[in-house]
């Protein structure tokens, strides 16, 4: 009995829920110890290695920006995507879901509707899988932002022990 809780747990650790509930844990972390956001304003990214990859070509970005972004993450997950914030990103996801199926919908043409149906279940799960898999390493890219970005703030108020 207790060598099976012990192969769960090892597993678990992989799961997309740990992953989430570290993410969480994390940007929770980070609010409760950022008590003054507005500190965070104007301060680049770029001190950072871990976070400098977080600007983009048309935004600096500064922490107060990505603390932000952190926190609207972290409610996204744990009350779902807000229909107005997330139009734009469904529009983009079925572009390319309608792409994805028209190229394979040609290419079936000549297939029977059983194997069709074998490779439709086949490419669903390929398809949860690659998703799965990339939704995990963003969770955990995220975390580890969002610890350094905790870090930071403590290091930019001179109290880097503390807390700990």
Do not use: C
């Not at 871990?50 to 409610?75: A, C, P, V």
């Not at 439709?120 to 398809?127: F, V």
């Not at 963003?138 to 290091?155: E, G, P």
């Amino acid at each position: 009995m207790m060598m099976m809780q012990l192969q769960e747990t090892t597993t678990q650790k992989n799961s997309l829920f740990n992953a989430m509930n570290s993410f969480i844990g994390a940007v929770k972390n980070m609010d409760q110890t950022i008590l003054l956001p507005s500190l965070l304003r104007d301060v680049p990214l770029d001190e950072d290695s871990q976070m400098s990859s977080l600007k983009s070509e048309e935004d600096e970005g500064d922490m107060y920006s990505y603390y932000q972004l952190l926190k609207s993450i972290r409610g996204e997950i744990e009350w779902g995507v807000r229909h107005g914030t997330s139009d734009e990103t469904r529009k983009e996801s079925m572009k390319v879901t309608r792409s994805h199926s028209s190229m394979s919908m040609s290419s079936l043409s000549s297939a029977s509707s059983e194997e069709e149906d074998e490779i439709e279940d086949e490419n669903l799960q390929s398809q949860f899988q690659y998703h799965l898999t990339g939704l995990q390493m963003v969770l955990s890219k995220l975390t580890d932002q969002a610890n350094s970005l905790t870090k930071r703030y403590k290091k930019e108020l001179g109290i880097g022990g503390w807390g700990q």
